[in-house]
């Protein structure tokens, strides 16, 4: 059975930090590119971070650059997202998800985690 399991979620003030943590088991992620969606109510789920295990590739949104960042620890087998400065435009349900050859969409992710709350209070 193949787990993304996110933690690490919750209620931050502006201009607080918050790390998220993306735990994989269940098959051997190493050739899968990684990232976090986020999505806000009412609003479309956006990519907004993506790594590959080595860590020499990495893509971040323009709303987050400069603020956030995306590491992936492989002998965990687990993938971070530091999210600093946050404003309560960040407030969504933050999404850790595996794509076997790409993530841009959720229509490429093949694996999704169950999803973990950040809220962003002003």
């Known amino acids: 059975q193949v787990l993304l399991v996110e933690s690490g979620g919750g209620l931050v003030q502006a201009g607080g930090s918050l790390r998220l943590s993306c735990a994989a088991s269940?098959?051997?992620?190493?050739?899968?590119?990684m990232g976090w969606f986020r999505q806000a109510p009412g609003k479309e789920r956006e990519l907004v971070a993506a790594?590959?295990?080595?860590?020499?590739?990495?893509y971040y949104a323009d709303s987050v650059k400069g603020r956030f960042t995306i590491s992936a620890d492989n002998a965990k087998n687990t993938v971070y997202l530091q999210m600093n400065s946050l404003n309560p435009e960040d407030t969504a349900v933050y999404y850790c998800?595996?794509?076997?050859?790409?993530?841009?969409?959720?229509?490429?992710?093949?694996?999704w985690g169950q999803g973990t709350q950040v809220t962003v209070s002003s």
């Open positions: 790594i590959n295990w080595s860590g020499s590739s990495t």
């Open positions: 269940g098959r051997t992620f190493s050739s899968y590119i």
């Open positions: 998800a595996a794509g076997s050859l790409a993530i841009a969409t959720p229509d490429h992710v093949n694996y």
